[in-house]
């Protein structure tokens, strides 16, 4: 779910994808089951956190769907590093997949901060 004036979203949706393709991935050739749906569980989940933030009915809502979504980001950084240093996910695609959540990470951090100053 695309949309042309939110940056974040299309972010985290193309995130998403990619996570959606990689847990597939480990699924059929690495057999790595358990990892893989943790990681996709929580990939996955940034992005739908943020689709609910749009459409929250409060500016608590909001906050706590951004919340959600910063803190779902986190984990998925953490499954990419087990991933990783368990041998189940090349250097190459951790890194660019890292890199994606974290700039995705930066960005809500940012916005978290923003918005808990305002409500004080």
Not at 20 to 43: N, P, T
């Amino acid at each position: 779910m695309k949309l042309e004036n939110n940056p974040l979203q299309n972010k985290s949706y193309d995130f998403a994808l990619l996570i959606v393709k990689l847990s597939r991935r480990l699924m059929s050739d690495k057999k790595e089951f358990i990892l893989s749906k943790q990681l996709l569980r929580s990939g996955t989940s940034v992005g739908a956190n943020i689709v609910e933030a749009n459409g929250a009915i409060s500016k608590a809502d909001f906050s706590s769907k951004m919340s959600i979504a910063y803190k779902e980001c986190l984990e998925t950084k953490y499954w990419l590093s087990l991933l990783k240093d368990s041998g189940d996910l090349d250097i190459i695609s951790f890194k660019n997949l890292f890199d994606k959540a974290d700039e995705i990470g930066k960005i809500l951090f940012s916005i978290l901060r923003t918005t808990r100053i305002k409500n004080n």
